[in-house]
């Protein structure tokens, strides 16, 4: 059976499903995926160098903000 987000088992009831791709180099770009929605990706062309966040509410799933923060240029 598939389950959300390509997890290998599902969530327990109550509980989000979620995966984070943190991508290879420049071969693999990262990824987060939340309750089988994908928030941020390259085909999303919404990700950034450095560190990529979504920020959701935990109690509804709600995404409030993306954000990538580059690291490198400080």
């Given at each position: 059976p598939r389950h959300?987000?390509?997890?290998?088992?599902?969530?327990?009831?109550?509980?989000?499903?979620f995966k984070i791709i943190s991508g290879a180099a420049n071969v693999v770009g990262p990824s987060i995926c939340f309750e089988d929605l994908v928030l941020m990706s390259n085909v999303k062309n919404n990700i950034g160098r450095g560190l990529n966040i979504a920020l959701v509410n935990g109690t509804t799933g709600q995404l409030l903000k993306i954000d990538a923060f580059d690291m490198y240029s400080g």
């Open positions: 959300k987000c390509g997890n290998q088992k599902s969530c327990p009831q109550n509980y989000f499903a």
